[in-house]
């Protein structure tokens, strides 16, 4: 007990000296270092843009300089970069984002194409493709790979109508 007295003591003395880290808010000047990389392609190397905006298995959440360090899993969606000259999007079939410290955002994805690659007409009819197979008397096996590809379309279909 008196051990805890003294550290007491010692933190009302000495505030200054526990005071680890102060965060705040991203000034308009900050920037964020992403590199967002593929298996077998790097789209984004330590290039500094202004805020990131991810599909997070959680929600969906922007990413601005400053951000606490997490690791975020990543769903089918659109992950939009933001930069000076204006923004681009690109829908990845999910993978993982670690905001670490000192401004950097890595997102690794197994696949991601740029939004306006897609076309409406296409994914409207694998979409109902997909829920055929998913709905039918297939193998169970068949069933669920249909149900995931049918998830991947609509989250595509939802990211091309808020285009």
């Known amino acids: 007990m008196a051990s805890l007295r003294l550290v007491t003591s010692a933190a009302r ?3 200054s000296l ?6 705040g808010y991203a000034e308009a000047s900050d920037k964020i270092q992403l590199s967002m990389a593929l298996p077998h392609e790097s789209i984004f190397s330590s290039t500094d843009v202004v805020q990131v905006n991810l599909c997070a298995a959680t929600g969906d959440m922007g990413i601005l300089a400053n951000h606490v360090p997490s690791v975020e899993p990543l769903r089918p969606g659109v992950v939009e970069v933001i930069e000076s000259a204006g923004s681009k999007k690109w829908f990845i079939s999910g993978g993982f984002a670690t905001v670490h410290p000192n401004n950097k955002l890595t997102i690794n994805a197994v696949e991601a194409a740029p939004l306006e690659d897609f076309s409406v007409e296409s994914i409207r009819a694998n979409l109902q493709e997909a829920l055929k197979v998913a709905s039918g008397n297939g193998s169970e096996e068949d069933k669920l ?14 990211a091309l109508g808020s285009k």
């Open 13 to 15: 003395r000495a505030p």
């Open 145 to 158: 790979e249909a149900r995931i590809e049918a998830e991947v379309y609509e989250s595509l279909q939802y």
């Open 18 to 23: 526990l005071r680890v880290a102060q965060r």
